[in-house]
C-alpha cells in the first residue's frame, strides 16, 4: 500500500471510531513522520486527502484540526463497557521537541504494550492526545476493561489530569512514571524508570574511567523531575567515589526547526552549545567529562567541543542516555557518538505495564497502588558498536 494512503487510512480510522473528535488537533508533519517512520512528504499528501473529505480543516496558524467524525459510523452508546479492549493513550505529542529528539522511542514502548496486550487476548485502542487530553474523555464514557498511559507523564500536568479523570470514571490505569515513591503519580499503579541509578551508572563509568571533573548538562532552564533523579544519581556517584561534583550548566530550550535540515540544525545547536562549552572550560579547564541529557544532542556536545579544540574520546569524553545513538540522524554529521549511555528498556517498560494492569484486572494486587521498576542497563557504546560489527561478519 503506498506510505500516504496508510497514513492516512490509519488518521481516516481514528477519526470514525471517535478517538480523534471535532476540534481535536493533529500531531504536526514532522512529529506524525516520525512516529510512523515515514517521509513529511507522505504525511503532507495523507493529510491533503483528508482536508479534501473534509475530515480537518487548517487553522490560521497552521494547525491541523478534525472538523467532524463520519455520519456513517455508529459510535457505542456512553456507559457501555468495552470488554476485552485496553486503551493505550499516547502524550507524545504534548511533550514538546525536548522527548520527540529521541527517534521513536516514546512508539517503541506503545508497540510493545500493543503486543503484549494481544498476548493476553485483549484488543487496543490507542488514542494520540496530540492538543489538550484528546480521546480519554470519551473512553470515560464508552469504558475499556482498562488503560495504560505509554508516556513517562512525570511532571506533566496533562499526564496527571489523564489519569485522574480516568479514575474518576471507574476505568483501571497504570502509568509509565518516574520512580519516585513520593511523587503525584504515587497514587496510581505505574511502572517506572530508575532515572537515579541511570546517572549513577553513568558517572560511576566515567569515573572509572579516569575522569575527575565532570559536567551535567541540561538543555532547558526548567527543571525535569528525571533530570533531577539523574542529579541525585551522579551526586551518589561522585561522593562514593570521593571525587567533587560539578555545578550543572543549564542551556535555554534548544528546538530544532521544521524547516530546517537535519545538518542545518546541528550546525545551529553545536554553535549555541559551543557558546555555554567556551565558559565553562575558561572557569575549569580541567573538565574531562560531560553528561548529556540525550543520545542525539550528544553528537551536537562532541561537535561543540570539536570546535574548541577537545576532541571527543580522546580529550573529552561524552556521554549520553537513552541509547538511541545508532538512529540518531545526527550521526551522519561526522563526530563519534557518545562513549557510553543508558537504555531504558522501552520494551520491557511496554510488556510490564501491561502485565502490571492485567494482575490488577484479575484481582491478583492488593488495593494500594503498586509500583514496578524497570532497571536502566549502561551501554558502553564501543563494545555494542563491536558486538553489531562482529554479528554482521558472522
Not at 353 to 372: F, K, S, T, V, Y
Amino acid at each position: 500500500m503506498d506510505p500516504a494512503a496508510s497514513v492516512a487510512r490509519r488518521l481516516r480510522r481514528l477519526i470514525r471510531a471517535g478517538d480523534l473528535a471535532a476540534g481535536d488537533a493533529l500531531p504536526s508533519e514532522r512529529v506524525l513522520a516520525e512516529r510512523l517512520s515515514v517521509a513529511r512528504s507522505r504525511v503532507r499528501r495523507a493529510f491533503g486527502e483528508l482536508e479534501q473529505e473534509g475530515l480537518i480543516e487548517v487553522s490560521a496558524k497552521r494547525v491541523r484540526r478534525v472538523t467532524r467524525q463520519e455520519s456513517n459510523v455508529e459510535l457505542p452508546k456512553r456507559g457501555v463497557q468495552l470488554d476485552d479492549t485496553i486503551g493505550i493513550v499516547d502524550l507524545s505529542g504534548l511533550a514538546g521537541d525536548v522527548h520527540r529528539q529521541q527517534p521513536g522511542w516514546p512508539s517503541y514502548v506503545q508497540i510493545a504494550a500493543s503486543a503484549a496486550a494481544q498476548g493476553h487476548g485483549m484488543q487496543t485502542l490507542v488514542g494520540i492526545a496530540s492538543d489538550g487530553i484528546g480521546p480519554v474523555g470519551r473512553w470515560c464514557d464508552v469504558k475499556p476493561s482498562g488503560v495504560v498511559v505509554a508516556f513517562d507523564c512525570s511532571g506533566s500536568e496533562v499526564g496527571l489530569a489523564v489519569l485522574e479523570q480516568l479514575a474518576e470514571a471507574g476505568v483501571p490505569v497504570v502509568a509509565h512514571a518516574n520512580r519516585d515513591p513520593n511523587g503525584p503519580l504515587s497514587k496510581f499503579d505505574r511502572v517506572a524508570t530508575d532515572h537515579r541509578r541511570g546517572g549513577e551508572l553513568l558517572t560511576s563509568h566515567l569515573i572509572d574511567r579516569g575522569c575527575k571533573r565532570i559536567l551535567r548538562l541540561h538543555r532547558s532552564f526548567d527543571r525535569q523531575p528525571y533530570w533531577d533523579r539523574r542529579d541525585e544519581g551522579y551526586d551518589k556517584a561522585c561522593r562514593d567515589a570521593v571525587v567533587e561534583p560539578l555545578p550543572t550548566m543549564r542551556t535555554p530550550h534548544l528546538v530544532k526547526h521544521d524547516n530546517s535540515s537535519t545538518a542545518e540544525n546541528f550546525e545551529i545547536i553545536s554553535r549555541l552549545l559551543m557558546s555555554y562549552l567556551f565558559d565553562a572550560f575558561k572557569a575549569d579547564p580541567k573538565i574531562d567529562a560531560i553528561l548529556a541529557t540525550t543520545d542525539r544532542i550528544a553528537y551536537e556536545v562532541a561537535a561543540a567541543c570539536r570546535m574548541l579544540g577537545r576532541e571527543p574520546g580522546r580529550d573529552i569524553l561524552i556521554a549520553g542516555y537513552d541509547n538511541s545513538w545508532p538512529q540518531a540522524p545526527e550521526r551522519s554529521e561526522g563526530v563519534p557518538p557518545p562513549v557510553v549511555t543508558i537504555d531504558k528498556h522501552h520494551g520491557d517498560i511496554g510488556r510490564g505495564l501491561i502485565d502490571l494492569l492485567m494482575d490488577r484486572l484479575n484481582g491478583r494486587l492488593p488495593a494500594e497502588p503498586q509500583e514496578r521498576v524497570v532497571e536502566p542497563e549502561l551501554v558502553v557504546v564501543e563494545d555494542a558498536e563491536l558486538s553489531t560489527t562482529t554479528e554482521t561478519h558472522l
